[in-house]
């Protein structure tokens, strides 16, 4: 008798979901201008198909955004590589913030990545879901907060990299408060009515910025939902 989960995993071995078809998608995001193999590397390792309603799951490993309910997104697999590798480009962090759970993908590429992970979400119910896939994929170095992420996480400050995954109207000041010197702040902002994607790194008595490129980011919000 073939076992039901062991079918399942055979289904999704020859299926949308398999290895062979992340690989592709790593092919894609190294064409489109991804360098850092370890970014790469994470991107191999984590299931995006599990952090997606089972509906969605064929697209999972499509280049795209799509919707994980409550009006919110999994962010495209270029801007989560992209924001991982801006992350990263102070050597090897140890303890970094994400500001905007959603679904949990993001964390999950960054806990193959960084020793610890701290996430912070406003939506309880994403939240809720969230830790589910970080219990299920076994990824015991995340941790989570129901919180507003405006505030950051005062009480696990300084962090080595702090990313926001929701745009900000402006650099909340609480984050860059918490970012450690050498540390690095990657956040979409609001600038003219357009999203531009900004690295902010902590030096000892100054933040210098950087301005990668143009983004679409869902809104930061204040407040708990
Ligand atoms: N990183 C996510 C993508 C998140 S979309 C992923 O990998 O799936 C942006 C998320 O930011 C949404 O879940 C939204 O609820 C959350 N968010 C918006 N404003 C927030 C705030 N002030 N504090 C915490 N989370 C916030």
Redesign the pocket.
């Known amino acids: 008798m073939i076992h039901k989960s062991k079918l399942r995993s055979e289904n999704r071995g020859i299926g949308m979901t398999s290895q062979g078809t992340r690989d592709r998608l790593v092919q894609t995001l190294r064409k489109e201008g991804i360098k850092d193999e370890r970014v790469l590397k994470a991107i191999t390792q984590v299931p995006r198909h599990e952090?997606v309603d089972e509906a969605l799951s064929s697209r999972a490993y499509e280049n795209t955004a799509l919707p994980?309910g409550?009006s919110?997104?999994?962010?495209q697999p270029w801007i989560?590589a992209r924001m991982t590798e801006a992350l990263l480009d102070n050597g090897n962090p140890k303890k970094v913030l994400?500001?905007?759970?959603?679904?949990?993908?993001?964390?999950?590429?960054l806990s193959h990545l960084v020793p610890k992970v701290f996430?912070?979400?406003?939506?309880d119910e994403?939240l809720k879901l969230?830790r589910r896939r970080f219990h299920r994929l076994r990824l015991h170095n995340i941790y989570v907060r129901y919180?507003?992420?405006?505030l950051g996480w005062p009480s696990q400050a300084p962090f080595d990299g702090i990313m926001v995954?929701?745009a900000a109207q402006s650099v909340p000041r609480e984050l860059l408060e918490q970012l450690a010197v050498g540390g690095l702040l990657v956040l979409p902002l609001e600038k003219n009515g357009q999203q531009r994607l900004i690295s902010i790194r902590r030096t000892e008595d100054d933040f210098e910025e950087l301005d990668l490129g143009g983004v679409v980011?869902?809104?930061?919000?204040?407040?708990l939902?």
């Open positions: 952090f994980i409550l919110q997104t999994i962010s989560v994400e500001v905007g759970t959603g679904s949990g993908y993001q964390a999950a590429v996430t912070v979400e406003r939506i994403l969230a919180a507003d992420g405006h995954t929701a980011f869902v809104p930061l919000l204040s407040g939902a």
